[in-house]
């Protein structure tokens, strides 16, 4: 409950040095949903890109529902779930400076996971603690507070971020996992008018990472197995049913070098590396680190935007290639019982490249406002173990069209959003050396496969009315999304619910 007072001391504060327009909310908050207005994405790797942004002042405090039903997704982080949240935003100018911040509350039960009892898949796998029953209603509170700064003076600006938030994962009936993640991340950046059409920036990033994960079991009787995984259904084998929690110690780092128009229209382009590396250690008195991960990826985000009138034109193309492996610790035990780290290899590897691009164009009048984004996106996985001779690739192609319309009606504000896409698989192939068809693992990995590796088809509607307060500086909205997605014998539906107000 302490975050509901850090939202509101949050919000006081935002409200407080808030300057009001004198342009109604209601237009504020159009011209900062329309995709022209975040098109390009600079800022989210270097803070002094918000000194050029096309975002104007604006913020919100909400709380939504999601619930999300169906059998579509990675087992390891479950399919279904219910979410509600509490969050607020805001971004603010006044003169050369720029003031921003985010904090939020999640309280989320998720279904149906499978072979993990970690927290935070996706940045941990594959070396996850795990047993082979998984269950329903794992409970998990989330809070995330974000603030940046950025300052434009003559020639030079530059901006500082700070971004935190932590997770805590339990579940009341075995197997009980109690998990606290936490994750702190800052940047830093500058930028440098070169002419008075562009700047070059550049800006740096640092992160630091922690998961303590236990996993506890109250009925002794008919307890099911343990496992250390370390990818594509091994495990290790000499610490099987060893219940020692776990520590996950991991820090990153990025740097990124960016192209930046001054008026918000143009050419905006971002070279970035990032690496994020962690530690997996037994949580006892020896501390032994069982595995550890190594990750580097390279993105290029390449923008471009021109305005003629009532027409704006745009065209993206975001592409990124990723390098994760992971090193395995092998042990003995001595005279004394005591287990000896006598070497590491590397096992685990997952190379991942991803190419999107989203073409954009806005048609703008004063009361209505229409807006087209087609897309098309490239993904290429290659998964694989060394020592059990197991891998899976996938390829795959996504594509589709993204339609929307705002309308003013009155001082009020009606918006339609949808989407309509196809996911085309191309190649796909997966190796389980070993593995008896029969066993849990075996069908968590092939269901996992025949997610990632079948075709799809992709639907979203949502539609949001922003009723404006007397003085048009306050308003209320109410938004409600549907996506659904139907593949070749999954499915999955998320509905989510928003109920708040933009001042």
Same mark, same amino acid.
């Given at each position: 409950?302490?975050?509901?007072? &850090? ?23 159009? #011209? =900062? ?33 999601? %619930? ?56 941990? &796998? ?9 269950? %329903? ?75 303590? *994960? ?13 496992? #250390? ?17 776990? $520590?996950? %110690? ?5 740097? =990124? ?24 250690? /037994? %949580? =006892? ?14 993105? $290029? ?21 990723? *390098? ?9 035990? =001595? ?14 590897? !997952? ?9 954009? &164009?806005? #048609? ?6 229409? &807006? ?39 001082? +009020? ?31 968590? /990995? ?10 799809? $088809? ?13 003085? !048009?500086?306050?308003? $209320? ?13 999954? +499915?999955?539906?998320? /509905? ?8």
């Amino acid at each position: 409950m302490k975050s509901f007072r &850090y939202i509101l001391l949050f919000l006081s504060v935002s409200a407080g040095i808030y300057a009001q327009d004198s342009i109604p909310v209601t237009a504020q908050v159009l #011209h =900062n949903r329309l995709p022209v207005t975040g098109f390009a994405s600079a800022a989210e790797y270097n803070p002094a890109a918000m000194a050029y942004t096309l975002r104007t002042n604006l913020s919100e405090l909400y709380t939504a529902y999601s %619930n999300q039903s169906g059998d579509a997704g990675l087992l390891q982080t479950g399919t279904a779930f219910d979410e509600l949240a509490v969050a607020a935003r805001s971004y603010m100018q006044t003169g050369k400076h720029h003031i921003w911040g985010s904090a939020s509350y999640r309280q989320t039960h998720t279904d149906n996971v499978r072979w993990n009892e970690s927290s935070d898949y996706l940045n941990v &796998y594959p070396y996850v603690f795990a047993d082979s029953v998984g269950g %329903n209603n794992l409970s998990g509170e989330r809070y995330s507070f974000m603030g940046g700064y950025a300052q434009k003076l003559n020639r030079l600006a530059w901006g500082v971020q700070f971004d935190y938030w932590a997770l805590m994962e339990y579940r009341s009936v075995d197997p009980r996992p109690n998990n606290n993640t936490s994750n702190l991340a800052f940047t830093a950046g500058l930028s440098y008018k070169l002419t008075s059409t562009y700047a070059l920036g550049g800006g740096v990033m640092l992160r630091k990472y922690k998961q303590k *994960n236990t996993l506890a079991f109250y009925n002794v009787l008919g307890r099911p197995s343990i496992h #250390h995984m370390t990818g594509m259904g091994t495990d290790a084998y000499l610490f099987a049913n060893d219940d020692t929690p776990c $520590l996950f %110690n991991g820090s990153g780092y990025g740097v =990124n070098v960016q192209l930046l128009p001054v008026s918000g229209m143009g050419w905006t382009g971002t070279l970035s590396y990032e690496n994020f590396a962690f530690d997996k250690q /037994l %949580n =006892n008195t020896q501390m032994l680190v069982l595995s550890d991960i190594a990750e580097g990826k390279y993105l $290029l985000d390449l923008s471009w935007l021109r305005e003629a009138g009532i027409h704006t034109f745009g065209a993206k193309l975001k592409a990124s290639y990723t *390098n994760r492996q992971g090193t395995e610790g092998k042990f003995t035990r =001595n005279d004394n019982g005591t287990l000896i780290n006598i070497s590491s290899e590397k096992q685990y590897r !997952n190379e991942q490249t991803v190419a999107t691009l989203t073409l954009v &164009y806005q #048609h703008q009048k004063q009361r209505a406002t229409w &807006y087209v984004l087609p897309y098309a996106s490239y993904l290429h996985t290659n998964e694989s173990h060394k020592s059990s001779q197991r891998s899976m690739m996938i390829s795959r192609i996504d594509w589709g069209i993204t339609p929307g319309l705002a309308q003013s009606v009155g001082k +009020h504000l009606i918006s339609i959003d949808a989407r309509v896409g196809y996911i085309q698989a191309l190649d796909s192939k997966l190796e389980l050396t070993g593995l008896s068809p029969q066993r849990s693992i075996t069908q968590t /990995l092939q269901a996992n496969y025949d997610y990632l590796s079948s075709n799809g $088809l992709q639907g979203a509607l949502s539609a949001r009315f922003d009723y404006s307060l007397p003085r !048009n500086q306050t308003a $209320l909205y109410l938004k409600a999304s549907w996506d659904y997605r139907k593949y070749d014998t999954t +499915h999955s539906s998320l /509905l989510v619910l928003q109920l708040g107000v933009s001042f």
